[in-house]
């Protein structure tokens, strides 16, 4: 069984940075897409940012020119580097891996357990 661990979230004051981490547990055959999602209380998750195998990236627009996803794919990880925050960019933000363990088994999804993010005013 595959774990996602990140790590990077805490408190820090608008303006500031902080720079989230996911690393797999486990191996994968292949990765296609990897990515960042935030909850923040009271609302819907929603994608970040998430980047392809082939270093394509998509980011939403409350984060674009702020926000930089890039991935490690010999250490099967993904980095968040975030810049500028706002207090609006508080939630939990999840880990997001769709890719294959192994050549025999079909495509799946797996998601982190979360870390918090808290920008102060």
């Known amino acids: 069984q595959v774990q996602l661990v990140e790590s990077g979230g805490g408190l820090v004051q608008a303006g500031g940075s902080l720079r989230l981490s996911c690393v797999s547990s486990?191996?994968?055959?292949?990765?296609?897409?990897m990515s960042w999602y935030r909850q923040a209380p009271g609302k819907q998750r929603e994608l970040v940012a998430r980047i392809t195998g082939d270093g394509s990236t998509n980011y939403a627009d409350s984060v674009k020119g702020r926000f930089t996803i890039s991935r490690d794919n010999a250490k099967n990880s993904v980095n968040l580097q975030m810049n500028s925050l706002k207090p609006e960019d508080t939630a939990v933000y999840y880990c997001n891996v769709v890719g294959r363990r192994t050549v025999w088994v079909t495509e799946g999804t797996y998601w982190g357990q979360g870390t918090q993010v808290t920008v102060s005013s």
């Open positions: 486990g191996t994968f055959f292949s990765i296609n897409l």
